[in-house]
Structures are given as structure tokens and as C-alpha cells.
């Protein structure tokens, strides 16, 4: 398993959780890593981006609340504050192959569930 991510669970509306997405699997330095998730019945949506210079994006629907962010061994985070139940889903990190355009190496997700 070239991705690994961890840290999701069941929490109440309003509270948080940190994921976490060790990428020791890969044979290279990412320069491009990102959150997505993916809710039943609906497509997967990128939530939360970073690069190797530290240049941050995210999705309109977590802004101010996720904050993304990666440690000096590569390993990227996520860090969810007042959780929503519409933000129920599997989360997934992803890391852009550097060598192959378009290619995306993906971990398996990690369940989060926001109860009302």
C-alpha cells in the first residue's frame, strides 16, 4: 500500500477529527497531495490540496473550518473542525505522480460520519 489514511470515525456535529496519509510507500517526494471524499451516491470531490511549496487550496463548502497541511517526513494531514453531517463521507489522499502526467496515486479511504 503506497498511501495510507487514517483518523476517520464517528463524531457529532460540531466536533472534530484529524486525518492522517503516510505516503513512506512512495519511491519519490510528492510535489502535489490532496484530500478528496466521496459521499453515497455522489461523486468524488477534491476537499483540500497542498504542494511541496506549502501552496494550499480547498473546497468552497470547507473553507475556514479543514485545514491541510503536511510535516517534514511528508506525511499530510487534515484537520477538521465543526463538522457538519453534510460533510459524511469517505476521504481519500491522493499524491500526483510526478513522473506520468495525470496519474494520481490513491490510499484507501477512511470513513467519517457526522451524526446530527
Known amino acids: 500500500v503506497q498511501l495510507q489514511a487514517s483518523g476517520g470515525g464517528l463524531v457529532q456535529a460540531g466536533g472534530s477529527l484529524r486525518l492522517s496519509c503516510d505516503n513512506s510507500g512512495l519511491l519519490f517526494s510528492p510535489n502535489f497531495m490532496a484530500w478528496y471524499r466521496q459521499a453515497p451516491g455522489q461523486e468524488r470531490e477534491l476537499v483540500a490540496s497542498?504542494?511541496?511549496?506549502?501552496?494550499t487550496n480547498y473546497a468552497d463548502s470547507v473553507k475556514g473550518r479543514f485545514t491541510i497541511s503536511r510535516d517534514v517526513k511528508n506525511k499530510v494531514y487534515l484537520q477538521m473542525n465543526s463538522l457538519k453531517p453534510e460533510d459524511t463521507a469517505v476521504y481519500y489522499c491522493?499524491?500526483?505522480?510526478?513522473?506520468?502526467?495525470?496519474?494520481?496515486?490513491w490510499g484507501r479511504g477512511t470513513l467519517v460520519t457526522v451524526s446530527s
Open positions: 491522493s499524491a500526483r505522480d510526478p513522473f506520468e502526467a495525470g496519474h494520481y496515486y
Open positions: 497542498v504542494t511541496s511549496g506549502d501552496i
